[in-house]
């Protein structure tokens, strides 16, 4: 209407043109090296063709300049922005290839090989099989503390934030002081995703000492109902406003059940609904979580094999630059791969497996990350869930609130954000501040996300990111790990807010 293509077919067209890419992929998976390339050309080159067509289409020259000024200006609607799709993750589909399928069995042979070295080491030193769990016992501690928390806080994100948007919306439209309103039930909302989901599990997990792992369960959920709970608030208001705007009767307000299943879902992107399956696979369920179980004892191996027999040792040498350089290398091994083992257990096991027992059938949890010659491509197809997150809500709303030239500035605020957030968990988590990961996502990571950019397509580019990646991952290990077993040597009996703040493995050694 009034000169403007129709958007709803314009985002049909493009669901039709990536179920037809889903119908073909059992048949070019079969054939991968000689189709691949063609077809992925193809889908672009249409999609591509599509995007210029419809944008040219819905700012036609007829409009006037002012016209076109304001259309630019509006924030998109919310269901103009991620388009949900039947489709299988990646692994899945590359696991029916052979070839590929064998290097999951090289990773399979390597944990039995771990397992091996463990038990005749054990064998031989204490002259009986050693069976005990004693890392994993201690990391996973105090899980009834870690229950209740998480069911407290579950249970908040279920009734605050869905009843505060109910309350809103229906007196915002009869409400004679809407901007009063409005503030008011932000600033609720905000204390409580500040106080309640914020302060309230960090105190839990200080106050109570809880172990590495178990910590890492309370923070991540509450960064993650955190996320849920602004995409919920965020898609819905605008929702509200448009109907009150166009003197609509009913208010759009969704039922507690879409915003239960919402909480529950693997993505961080509300929508009333979402392509569903029509069956469960409880057998695919059960084996996500077996791989899941493997994955967890996986990462036991290696750092009782790899990790500790070296940091245990190295804790109590003097600190030097050789002895810096030497960890950093032979913390290359183990840091890819306990970062191999994040993505599967987490990224493709873990989100798999609840998408299936919820029948959620858009399951592209993450892309093809171990293909980019870019950092830029890394990071947008790494974790596509908190990626869809951050740029719909940090990039775009950035964008729509200042401006369109303020590209480089939302980038940098998008990254300060992540980081700081990383940061934030890992600090919780490990019980001291080290801000190496945060340095190197804000140094390392700027610098290589403009350099590596995408433009850089070559092979070797590639080889030059995951160079990069690998002597990342040994810096990571090395560091926390020093800095982990120096306040195990080193304690101190009355620290102040400093010591926490201080590194201590940059002191231990001269103490003892």
Request: with cysteine; charged share 15%.
């Given at each position: 209407?009034?000169?403007?293509?129709?958007?709803?077919?314009?985002?049909?067209?493009?669901?039709?043109?990536?179920?037809?890419?889903?119908?073909?992929?059992?048949?070019?998976?079969?054939?991968?090296?000689?189709?691949?390339?063609?077809?992925?050309?193809?889908?672009?080159?249409?999609?591509?063709?599509?995007?210029?067509s419809s944008s040219a289409s819905l700012f036609p020259a007829s409009c006037s300049e002012k016209e076109l000024h304001?259309?630019?200006?509006?924030?998109?609607?919310?269901?103009?922005?991620?388009?949900?799709?039947?489709?299988?993750?990646?692994?899945?589909?590359?696991?029916?290839?052979?070839?590929?399928?064998?290097?999951?069995?090289?990773?399979?042979?390597?944990?039995?090989?771990?397992?091996?070295?463990?038990?005749?080491?054990?064998?031989?030193?204490?002259?009986?099989?050693?069976?005990?769990?004693?890392?994993?016992?201690?990391?996973?501690?105090?899980?009834?503390?870690?229950?209740?928390?998480?069911?407290?806080?579950?249970?908040?994100?279920?009734?605050?934030?869905?009843?505060?948007?109910?309350?809103?919306?229906?007196?915002?439209?009869?409400?004679?002081?809407?901007?009063?309103?409005?503030?008011?039930?932000?600033?609720?909302?905000?204390?409580?995703?500040?106080?309640?989901?914020?302060?309230?599990?960090?105190?839990?997990?200080?106050?109570?000492?809880?172990?590495?792992?178990?910590?890492?369960?309370?923070?991540?959920?509450?960064?993650?109902?955190?996320?849920?709970?602004?995409?919920?608030?965020?898609?819905?208001?605008?929702?509200?406003?448009?109907?009150?705007?166009?003197?609509?009767?009913?208010?759009?307000?969704?039922?507690?059940?879409?915003?239960?299943?919402?909480?529950?879902?693997?993505?961080?992107?509300?929508?009333?609904?979402?392509?569903?399956?029509?069956?469960?696979?409880?057998?695919?369920?059960?084996?996500?979580?077996?791989?899941?179980?493997?994955?967890?004892?996986?990462?036991?191996?290696?750092?009782?094999?790899?990790?500790?027999?070296?940091?245990?040792?190295?804790?109590?040498?003097?600190?030097?630059?050789?002895?810096?350089?030497?960890?950093?290398?032979?913390?290359?091994?183990?840091?890819?791969?306990?970062?191999?083992?994040?993505?599967?257990?987490?990224?493709?096991?873990?989100?798999?497996?609840?998408?299936?027992?919820?029948?959620?059938?858009?399951?592209?949890?993450?892309?093809?990350?171990?293909?980019?010659?870019?950092?830029?491509?890394?990071?947008?197809?790494?974790?596509?869930?908190?990626?869809?997150?951050?740029?719909?809500?940090?990039?775009?709303?950035?964008?729509?609130?200042?401006?369109?030239?303020?590209?480089?500035?939302?980038?940098?605020?998008?990254?300060?954000?992540?980081?700081?957030?990383?940061?934030?968990?890992?600090?919780?988590?490990?019980?001291?501040?080290?801000?190496?990961?945060?340095?190197?996502?804000?140094?390392?990571?700027?610098?290589?996300?403009?350099?590596?950019?995408?433009?850089?397509?070559?092979?070797?580019?590639?080889?030059?990111?995951?160079?990069?990646?690998?002597?990342?991952?040994?810096?990571?290990?090395?560091?926390?790990?020093?800095?982990?077993?120096?306040?195990?040597?080193?304690?101190?009996?009355?620290?102040?807010?400093?010591?926490?703040?201080?590194?201590?493995?940059?002191?231990?050694?001269?103490?003892?």
């Amino acid at each position: 209407s009034l000169g403007r293509v129709d958007v709803d077919h314009v985002i049909t067209r493009k669901m039709q043109l990536i179920a037809e890419a889903e119908q073909l992929k059992p048949a070019f998976m079969k054939e991968v090296d000689s189709h691949f390339t063609e077809f992925v050309n193809s889908l672009v080159a249409k999609s591509a063709l599509l995007d210029s067509s419809s944008s040219a289409s819905l700012f036609p020259a007829s409009c006037s300049e002012k016209e076109l000024h304001k259309a630019k200006t509006l924030r998109a609607p919310p269901e103009h922005g991620k388009i949900f799709t039947a489709r299988r993750s990646l692994l899945d589909e590359l696991f029916e290839v052979s070839h590929i399928r064998t290097i999951y069995h090289m990773f399979i042979a390597l944990l039995i090989v771990f397992i091996l070295s463990t038990l005749l080491v054990d064998f031989i030193d204490e002259g009986r099989l050693v069976l005990g769990f004693d890392l994993l016992v201690f990391v996973f501690g105090k899980f009834p503390v870690v229950f209740c928390t998480w069911l407290c806080m579950f249970c908040a994100t279920v009734v605050i934030p869905y009843n505060l948007f109910v309350w809103w919306a229906q007196g915002y439209c009869g409400s004679s002081h809407r901007v009063i309103r409005s503030l008011f039930y932000g600033m609720l909302f905000t204390l409580f995703q500040t106080a309640g989901l914020g302060f309230g599990p960090t105190y839990v997990a200080v106050s109570y000492a809880l172990p590495p792992a178990s910590r890492f369960i309370v923070i991540l959920e509450q960064v993650r109902l955190v996320m849920k709970a602004h995409s919920f608030v965020r898609e819905n208001v605008p929702r509200v406003l448009s109907s009150v705007k166009d003197k609509s009767s009913t208010v759009p307000i969704p039922r507690i059940s879409q915003y239960l299943y919402f909480l529950f879902a693997p993505t961080l992107i509300y929508r009333d609904n979402y392509p569903r399956n029509p069956v469960i696979r409880w057998g695919y369920v059960a084996t996500k979580f077996a791989q899941v179980l493997g994955s967890l004892f996986y990462a036991y191996y290696i750092f009782v094999r790899l990790c500790i027999p070296q940091f245990r040792n190295s804790s109590q040498e003097t600190f030097n630059l050789r002895g810096l350089v030497l960890c950093i290398f032979n913390s290359i091994l183990p840091g890819v791969l306990i970062l191999f083992l994040v993505f599967f257990a987490f990224l493709h096991c873990w989100l798999n497996a609840f998408a299936e027992m919820l029948r959620f059938a858009d399951r592209m949890f993450y892309k093809d990350w171990w293909n980019s010659t870019s950092y830029a491509n890394y990071y947008r197809t790494w974790n596509v869930v908190v990626h869809d997150w951050l740029y719909y809500y940090a990039y775009r709303d950035f964008l729509w609130f200042f401006g369109k030239k303020f590209k480089a500035a939302a980038m940098l605020s998008v990254f300060t954000v992540s980081a700081a957030v990383h940061e934030y968990v890992l600090s919780i988590c490990f019980g001291y501040f080290y801000p190496v990961l945060f340095c190197l996502f804000m140094c390392f990571g700027m610098v290589f996300n403009f350099i590596l950019n995408d433009r850089r397509k070559g092979p070797i580019w590639n080889v030059i990111m995951w160079t990069s990646l690998f002597l990342g991952q040994g810096v990571i290990i090395c560091l926390y790990s020093q800095e982990w077993y120096a306040r195990q040597y080193c304690p101190m009996e009355n620290p102040t807010f400093l010591d926490y703040l201080k590194p201590r493995s940059w002191s231990c050694h001269m103490k003892m």
